[in-house]
Structure formats: C-alpha cells, structure tokens
C-alpha cells in the first residue's frame, strides 16, 4: 500500500511509551505509530470497532464483546440478518450492523483474520 510521510510533535512521556512499546513488539516507533493512528481513525469512523493483538495478529473486534468482526459476518452469514445475528449474541443490533460495516468496508482485512484464527 502506498504511504505518505507526515509528522507530528509527541509529548515526551507519549514518546516514551511508544518507544517502549515498539521495543516490546519488536518493531520500529514509526511502524507502531502508524498503526496505532491508523486505528485510532478507523474507530472514530466505525464507532463501536476496536483492535486487539490475536494469535494472527491485530484484529478488529465488538468493543466492549470477545467477539472479532469476522464472528460476527459468519453468524451474519447464517441468520441472514442484522436482527437475528444480534439475537444470537444478546446485542443491540447497531453493534452488529457496526461490524457489518467495517466487514464491508475492509473484506480482505476480514477474509485474512478468518482465515488465520480458523486454520489453528
């Protein structure tokens, strides 16, 4: 994917955190910093998706839920609709018509997670 280089001032102790954590990932502080601003925009667009590490890696999930967006689109998939899906989980259906929109708006992104987290 094509990148662009922008820059922004940090306070030092943010700095520092970051520093911390890219050493614990064992990556670089700019590859950490992107995708951490990377998700901070994605959740303030599809409010109610968040991210966490998985055994594939980074994933988005439900916020507030133990369920990764990829769970919610195959019990989707099967009921056929927001309402029974939510059913299913005991939600309100905004949550699930909010993993169904980022399933939508990121299939690969959502295709890759499956896979991964099915195939262990």
């Known amino acids: 994917m094509p990148t662009v280089v922008q820059s922004c001032r940090l306070e030092k102790e943010t700095a520092t955190i970051l520093s911390r954590q890219a050493r614990q990932r064992h990556t670089e502080v700019s590859t ?11 959740e ?3 409010p109610g998706i968040g991210f966490r590490d998985s055994t ?9 839920q133990r369920v990764a967006v990829w769970e919610v689109l195959d019990v989707y998939c099967e009921a056929k609709s927001a309402g029974r899906t939510a059913d299913h989980f005991g939600w309100p259906a905004y949550l699930v018509k909010c993993a169904l ?7 690969s992104e959502i295709a890759a997670a499956r896979a991964a987290e099915v195939s262990e």
Do not use: C, I
Not at 56 to 64: K, T
Not at 101 to 107: H, L
């Open 32 to 42: 950490l910093s992107s995708l951490y601003l990377r998700e901070k925009a994605l």
């Open 101 to 107: 929109a980022y399933a939508k708006a990121f299939p």
């Open 44 to 46: 303030q667009e599809f």
């Open 56 to 64: 594939a890696g980074r994933e988005s999930y439900v916020l507030g």
